[in-house]
T-cell receptor, first 114, second 115 residues
Framework: DAGITQSPRYKITETGRQVTLMCHQT?????MFWYRQDLGHGLRLIYY???????DKGEVPDGYVVSRSKTENFPLTLESATRSQTSVYFC?????????????FGPGTRLTVL | AQSVTQLDSHVSVSEGTPVLLRCNYS??????LFWYVQHPNKGLQLLLK??????LVKGINGFEAEFKKSETSFHLTKPSAHMSDAAEYFC?????????????FGQGTELSVKP
């Protein structure tokens, strides 16, 4: 199916474990983004990528690692999960085609760190 | 630096009455502005966007927003609320200064619709 998908949709893990959240888009969008959503904070940008092998930090990057070896995938890794990383994570993508910067969001991953 | 302030964390209206969700922004550049909606346990859906064309922007589901540069506002309105409009709404500004159009989100306004 065309679009942007995230997996898993729900994840429970323990403090100190490594967790990888997957994001896949079928539009060949050049830009991809990871956000976390917490009560009272709206969505905050963790990392973004302008193209394969090009990534940059957002507002709240500490404790996260990203990679982008292929245009369509943008995994987010928590190298050693902490309780403060319990959140809902959204992946998004856009093209900037024609100057538009509309982002399209995935369905989200709800992560709980015990 | 760009920022967005949603003036109400929660708005409650009766079905059939008008909706007003307020948003002020701060931007040093010519901004792109968006409203996204998030229904419970769902992802974000674009309602409408302003990108320096017409100042009155019409979106989906009967929503519209007016860009007022003098007031740095981008309020979202709908003439008549429907029960299905109950959701969280985010006002968003795009960081046009950098590549990639990074989005800066407001903290959200929860809209409740009473029968």
């Amino acid at each position: 199916d065309a679009g942007i998908t995230q997996s898993p949709r729900y994840k429970i893990t323990e403090t100190g474990r490594q967790v990888t959240l997957m994001c896949h888009q079928t539009w060949s969008h050049s830009y991809m983004f990871w956000y976390r959503q917490d009560l009272g904070h709206g969505l905050r940008l963790i990392y973004y990528s302008a193209a394969a092998d090009i990534t940059d930090k957002g507002e709240v990057p500490d404790g996260y690692v990203v990679s982008r070896s292929k245009t369509e995938n943008f995994p987010l890794t928590l190298e050693s999960a902490t309780r403060s990383q319990t959140s809902v994570y959204f992946c998004a993508s856009n093209t900037l085609a024609g100057g538009t910067d509309t982002q399209y969001f995935g369905p989200g991953t709800r992560l709980t760190v015990l | 630096a760009q920022s967005v302030t949603q003036l109400d964390s929660h708005v409650s209206v009766s079905e059939g009455t008008p909706v007003l969700l307020r948003c002020n922004y701060s931007s040093s550049y010519s901004p792109s502005l968006f409203w996204y909606v998030q229904h419970p346990n769902k992802g974000l859906q674009l309602l409408l966007k302003y990108t320096s064309a017409a100042t009155l922007v019409k979106g989906i589901n009967g929503f519209e927003a007016e860009f007022k540069k003098s007031e740095t506002s981008f309020h979202l309105t709908k003439p008549s609320a429907h029960m299905s409009d109950a959701a969280e709404y985010f006002c968003v500004v795009s960081d046009n200064a950098n590549q990639g159009g990074k989005l800066i989100f407001g903290q959200g306004t929860e809209l409740s619709v009473k029968p």
